[in-house]
């Protein structure tokens, strides 16, 4: 038994770690200073702990996304922490003398309840990353289409100008054949009356 609780605080102290360290961007993710595990919503939550994040995902001021973290965190930094006594920020020196795993059904109820956290961060984390892939996938629509529609205006101006130059061209020979017809005609005439 104190073999597995061993793994156990050692998986409890590299979660810790993760939680810890994780940063995207130069951002820390889960704690601000990257040494503390704070509660959701506290000061050095992290940028997902923290508070809600917005993303603008359209064209106009109200077509955002919140994605918000902050109590799926919290209830999974206190999951966690029910799970290993590792998983504080300062582990304690000595295990406790009695083992954590004096209440076996208790230890496997906190096991399950904080694999069911982390699911539930999991769960929100890939609905948000679905919803932006379609927010993705709906703009690069919506410009293909533009793209497309511009073009066939184009075409279309283009077709009615060279169809009206082609008319005027028309036109313009048709006046000066008839110019010149005319001039023909009078010739004509002079020469009749010589």
């Known amino acids: 038994m104190e073999a597995l609780q061993a793994e156990y605080d050692a998986l409890g102290s590299e979660i810790a770690n993760i939680i810890k360290s994780t940063s995207f961007g130069g951002q820390n993710l889960f704690s601000t200073d990257g040494t ?10 992290g940028l997902l702990g923290a508070a809600a994040i917005t993303f603008q995902i359209g064209a106009s001021a109200n077509e955002t ?7 799926d965190l919290g209830q999974l930094n206190t999951d966690l922490g029910a799970v290993s006594a590792y998983f504080a920020v300062t582990p304690p020196a000595t295990p406790p003398a009695t083992g954590e795993l004096t209440g076996d059904n208790a230890v496997i109820t906190d096991i399950n309840t904080a694999i069911a956290s982390v699911g539930k961060v999991r769960a929100s984390l890939g609905a948000a990353s679905n919803r932006l892939d379609h927010v993705y996938n709906n703009l690069g629509n919506m410009i293909q289409n533009t793209t497309a529609s511009k073009g066939r205006i184009m075409d279309v101006d283009y077709a009615l100008e060279t169809s009206n130059s082609t008319s005027k061209q028309l036109l313009l020979q048709a006046g000066t054949s008839a110019l ?10 002079m020469s009749l009356m010589q």
Request: charged content about 10%; aromatic content about 0%; overall charge negative.
């Open 36 to 45: 503390a595990l704070p509660a959701a919503g506290a000061t050095g939550a």
């Open 65 to 71: 996304m919140e994605v918000d973290l902050s109590a």
């Open 180 to 189: 010149k017809q005319s001039s023909s005609l009078s010739q004509l005439v």
